[in-house]
């Protein structure tokens, strides 16, 4: 059977991930939400979702024994950072002056106040929240399907800002353009929420569990 460990370190509502991808799942697919190291160590794929505060975030991970498990599997099988789940493989973040799992090199950035405004001179909020565009730089398996300029669901304050900018395998205006996702080898991650974009959101968690990286 097909394992697919959704990683639970106590941030967020995991549930709205867990019923996206047990929706797109077909037989044989066991999608399992857990905080124990050694089912993330076992599962044939891995999704790596959470909201909230970067500090917070890696403290309860690392509370909960889970980073060796995360930093193994992003180097050996189909793995999906969704939201903080993509900021928490960089480096470091401005917030909170805390550091990542260092599995991509690059630091994540808040919005720049200067560079909040629309092109109409209109004052931009943060966090960015709501629908926007994602242009795909790159082809990709779990772009498939999916036209590009697709709208996608985002919330959040910060970004990131890849060291390498052939990491970036897609971009999003707003006030700035930004990296929305990023891609290499097994690793696929994203800004937004796919679990909660409709249907191209639908079928990025499709198109992931059937990659072959």
Not at 21 to 42: K, M
Not at 85 to 106: C, I, K, T
């Amino acid at each position: 059977m097909n394992k697919v460990a959704v990683i639970d370190y106590g941030m967020g509502n995991l549930r709205s991930v867990q019923k996206a991808v047990e929706h797109v799942a077909g037989a044989g697919i066991d999608v399992r939400v857990t905080s124990d190291p050694g089912d993330v160590s076992n599962a044939d794929r891995v999704v790596f979702p959470g909201q909230g505060a970067m500090p917070d975030c890696m403290r309860e991970l690392e509370r909960r024994g889970l980073r060796a498990a995360i930093v193994e599997a992003a180097s050996s099988k189909p793995f999906l950072g969704i939201c903080i789940g993509q900021q928490m493989l960089f480096e470091h973040s401005q917030e909170g002056d805390v550091g990542g799992l260092g599995v991509f090199a690059g630091e994540v950035r808040r919005f720049p106040d200067a560079a909040m405004h629309a092109a109409d001179g209109s004052r931009l909020k943060v966090p960015h929240m709501g629908w926007n565009r994602v242009r795909q730089l790159k082809p990709h398996s779990l772009w498939a399907g999916i036209a590009d300029d697709a709208r996608f669901y985002f919330v959040h304050s910060y970004y990131v800002d890849p060291r390498d900018a052939d990491l970036a395998a897609g971009e999003t205006g707003y006030g700035l353009l930004f990296t929305s996702a990023v891609a290499r080898a097994n690793i696929f991650a994203v800004q937004f929420h796919p679990e909660k974009s409709a249907d191209a959101g639908l079928q990025m968690l499709r198109n992931f569990l059937a990659w072959q990286p």
